[in-house]
């Protein structure tokens, strides 16, 4: 099997990580509001707070990320964490469970669509950092990122 095939086969992989999300939040959709508004644990988010999140940087790499993804490409550093995830929670102010849920749904759709449009075999680099980046990292990173959320709200709705 070539290089080229088994990178096709991680990018498919990470893909599904990312669609699995999307599944995630749209079985989310059944829960009761208010349990989606409790913080998983003390000082921590609620699952409301962990969605707008996850769909803030969605918004990131669509908006900053992808329209800018080229062979070798120089792209900037990403978004100092701790202040983009304030902003992420402080624009969910005012904002219905549901209308978070279905934001996250449509544009993780249209993330997926974005991914899957993009040449698995990209090499960049984000100023700041000597690592070249491929695609398929990249999408690992944030299928990771997904992941690692999803346990959290999962062990919270099974305790609940």
Known sequence: MSTYRNDQVKMTTEVESLRNMLSYVEHLQS???KMLTVPIKSGKWSIREIIGHLYYWDSYLMESVIPRLAQDASLPPFPYPA???RAAIASLEGRKVSRILE???TSRKL???QIMSL???MTFKIRGSEETF???KL???FSKHDM???EQMESFLTQA
């Open 83 to 85: 202040v983009y995830n």
């Open 111 to 113: 993330l997926i669509e």
């Open 103 to 105: 934001g996250f749904i």
């Open 31 to 33: 829960y009761d509001a």
């Open 148 to 150: 690692h959320h999803q």
């Open 139 to 141: 999408v690992d990173m």
């Open 119 to 121: 040449d698995d075999q």
């Open 134 to 136: 491929t695609t398929n």
